[in-house]
Every structure is written in structure tokens, then in C-alpha cells.
């Protein structure tokens, strides 16, 4: 089943992530959305660090721990999701000498309250869904820090088998976050049909 999953989506980008980390690689996860989408699309693998902050909730320091965790380790990978990387943006302003590359992965806004029960209700955006409307790889080139955005599969796995050198930003323009509910919904409806 996960491995039939071909429609851009959130859910495809943490499986190709999981599964395109290099051998001897460090990997991150924040909070939210995107340790969910990991723990559910990812399959098991040998030869990557995992770490995760504080469960599945909380959008705080997710910067600040991914630095800190390359800053002892060769070459790390951060997943992080937008607000997530919104909200430690502070953490980048050191430009530390690691080697870290933090793919963003912006739906514009809270996509994991999209999956919820409170979807749909009035003033849902404004509470909930949160959209920021920014551009967090431009954020990311004005503190100095080589970034760039993508939008597709082909240009997700090229990323990943990039090398790690230094701080850098990968911005994965995912579907929006209605879309993106959507599509999560379909699988689990398929998975539990069977």
C-alpha cells in the first residue's frame, strides 16, 4: 500500500525522505504532521540515526534541536514542517559550521488540523489552519542560509542524494492543506475496507 503511493503528497515526500537518507546520515523529524506522516508511510530501514523531540505535539524549537543534533553528528537531514520552521527561524542566525540540510515542508499552515474533526468550522482558518502566506525559502536566503524550493518527486530525490555540506534549506512545496487531508483520508479509508 505505501509503496503505491504516487500522488505528490505528504505523505509520498516522507516515505521518499525515509528512504532516500544516506547510509550514516542523521535524521530529525518534528513534531505534528510531519513524525505522522514518517511513522505511517516510512518503511523500516538499517543504517539512519533517528531523532524526534518531545512525541507527536509542539512546534517549538524544532530548528534548534536538528542544529544541535548535527552539531555532534557528520551530516544530518531535518524534516520539518512550516510553522515548525516559522517558529525557530532564530536558531539559523548563528550559521554554525555543521553540516545540516532542513527540508521544509510547506502546505501554509497547520495541515495536521486539516485531518481533524474541527475542519470546516467557522473561523477554522484563523485558529486552526493558520495560513502564513510566506515564502520560507526567501526567509531563509535573507539570514544567509543557501536555500532553495522544489516541487515534485524527481526533484525530492535529486535533493536527497545531494551531499549534506553545511546549512542549507530545501522548501517541498507540498499540496495544500485541504487536499492534502483529503488524500490522507482516501488511504486510511483503503486500508481499513481491506
Given amino acids: 500500500m505505501v509503496a503505491d503511493i504516487s ?5 509520498l515526500i516522507a516515505r521518499e ?4 537518507v544516506p547510509a550514516g546520515t542523521s535524521l530529525f523529524i518534528s ?13 523500516a530501514r538499517d543504517g539512519v540515526e533517528t531523532f524526534a523531540n518531545r512525541g ?3 512546534i517549538d524549537g524544532n530548528i534548534s ?20 520552521f516559522l517558529h525557530d527561524l532564530t536558531g539559523l542566525i548563528h550559521k554554525e559550521d555543521i553540516n545540516l540540510k532542513i527540508f521544509v515542508i510547506n502546505n501554509d499552515g497547520g495541515g495536521i488540523f ?6 470546516g468550522v467557522d473561523g477554522f482558518e484563523e485558529v486552526f489552519g493558520t495560513p502564513h502566506g ?34 542549507s534549506v530545501v522548501v517541498v512545496n ?3 492543506r485541504e487536499v492534502g487531508a483529503d488524500l490522507l483520508k482516501g488511504i486510511y479509508t483503503s486500508v481499513s475496507s481491506m
Fill in 7 to 11: 500522488t505528490w503528497s505528504e505523505q
Fill in 114 to 119: 486539516s485531518t481533524l474533526s474541527q475542519r
Fill in 65 to 84: 534541536t536538528a542544529l544541535g543534533i548535527a552539531s555532534q553528528r557528520k551530516k544530518t537531514i531535518a524534516m520539518l514542517g512550516d510553522l515548525g
Fill in 174 to 176: 507540498a499540496p495544500n
Fill in 31 to 43: 513534531s505534528s504532521r510531519p513524525i505522522r506522516d514518517l511513522e505511517g508511510f516510512a518503511v
Fill in 17 to 20: 525522505i525515509a528512504a532516500g
Fill in 134 to 167: 510566506l515564502d520560507p525559502a526567501a526567509i531563509a536566503t535573507s539570514m544567509g542560509i543557501n536555500s532553495k524550493t522544489i516541487d515534485s518527486q524527481a526533484q525530492l530525490m535529486k535533493e536527497l542524494y545531494e551531499p549534506v555540506k553545511g546549512i
Fill in 56 to 58: 507527536l505535539a509542539g
